[in-house]
Structures are given as C-alpha cells and as structure tokens.
C-alpha cells in the first residue's frame, strides 16, 4: 500500500515563495507526479520526478528524494492565481496513482 | 490538447437507482480510470482499464463497476446508488508509459437523495 503525508493548508504573501512537502511510502516505485486543482476544476499535470534532484520549469520546481521517500514543489514568484489545491501522487509498479489529501494554498495579496 | 469529456457536470439520483456516468476521450489513450474525491480524503481510485474491455479494482471497488466496450469510452456504474455514494466523480486517461500523465475531466459532482 501507500501512505502519503503532505500539509493540509499553507498561506503564502504575492511575490514570496512557498515549499510543499510530501513523504511517502510506496510498494514499488514508478516516479512521482503534482498536480494543480483549482476550486470546482479538474486537477492539471504539473510535474514528473522519477530521478533524484530537482526539477525547474519555469516559477515550478519539484524536488525528489527517493531514498527518503520525500519530494517537494517549489512555487516562486507567487501571483494569486497561484492558489490552489496541489496534489502529490507517487506512482506504483503499472500506471496506478496514488494520491495524497492535497496541500491548499492561499496566495494572499 | 486532451479533451477528457464526462457526460454531466451535476446529477442528482435516489438511493437504489442504478448510475451509469459516461466519459469520452479524443487522444487514442489506452489507460482510464475512475475516481471520487471527497473532502479530506482526496483522490482515491475506483477502477481502471488498460485496454478494451479490461478492468482492474482499484482501492474503492465496492458498490461499482465498470464498461469498456470501446477504446474512447469509459462507464462508471453505480449498480444501487446508495446515499455514501454522494461524491465529485472524476475520470481519467493517459498512454502507457511511467512519465505519462493522466488528464483529467472536469468531474461529475454525483448526489444520491
């Protein structure tokens, strides 16, 4: 089975920066993905870590630390529309996801 | 760009009705799947399909099923709806591979009265 942990909420200034952490704990691993779902909308790829280090696209970044069981997404530059739900899915052996609960963020002016 | 469709955006049922939602996706996807999400929770996995007419249980089977007659459609069936039941239904796809995502309709928020 998975257990997945990452905070329930996090509330952030425009223009600061945020850090979401996830730990896991997974039977197989296949990579890890974030996702973005803003109230009443369908959840939105974001990213994909399956290497350890840190990936950059853009005002995004995601971290990954498989031996930890451990990642992190990294939003800079925060503009309110970056509020939003994130969700941090580890991925087993074959295509099936496992999602966390979501972190909530609120970007406050 | 994907276009994950689900056949209704609200739909209001009473308990002991059968429940058929329908998605379509226009990308050629071999892989879908079904989940609920609720408050608290999040996103938990119903059932999904690798190819036509496969299925596989995923963590929440109970009280579903599902049909894949076609690559493109994917049916979720509530055989009884019963009331803890009432849930936002989200359906998705993806190709095969580790780094593919899956694309995700716009839901279907499902209340059993």
């Known amino acids: 089975g998975q257990n997945i942990d990452q905070p329930t909420e996090m509330t952030a200034t425009e223009g600061a920066i945020v850090q979401i952490n996830c730990t896991y704990q997974?039977?197989?691993?296949?990579?890890l993905f974030w996702y973005q779902q803003h109230a009443g909308e369908a959840p939105t790829f974001l990213s994909y870590?399956?290497?350890?280090g840190l990936e950059e696209k853009g005002r995004f970044s995601s971290f990954l630390s498989r031996s930890k069981g451990y990642s992190y997404l990294l939003l800079k530059e925060l503009q309110m529309k970056d509020s939003a739900s994130y969700l941090c899915?580890?991925?087993?052996?074959?295509?099936?996801?496992?999602f966390g609960g979501g972190t909530r963020v609120l970007v406050k002016p | 760009d994907v276009k994950v469709t689900q056949s209704s955006r609200y739909l209001v049922k009473r308990t002991g009705e059968k429940v058929f939602l329908e998605c379509v996706q226009d990308?050629?996807?071999?892989?879908m799947f079904w989940y609920r999400q609720d408050p608290g929770l999040g996103l938990r996995l119903i059932y999904f399909?690798?190819?036509?007419?496969?299925?596989e249980k995923g963590d929440i089977p109970e009280g579903y099923s599902v049909s894949r007659e076609k690559k493109e459609r994917f049916s979720l069936i509530l055989e009884s709806a019963s009331t803890n039941q009432t849930s936002m239904y989200l359906c998705?796809?993806?190709?095969?591979?580790?780094?593919?995502?899956?694309?995700f309709g716009d839901g279907t928020r499902l209340s059993i009265l």
């Open positions: 997974t039977s197989g691993f296949n990579g």
């Open positions: 998705a796809s993806s190709l095969t591979g580790p780094s593919q995502p899956q694309h």
């Open positions: 399909s690798y190819d036509v007419k496969m299925k």
């Open positions: 899915a580890p991925k087993a052996a074959g295509n099936k996801l496992t």
């Open positions: 990308m050629d996807h071999e892989n």
């Open positions: 870590n399956v290497l350890d």
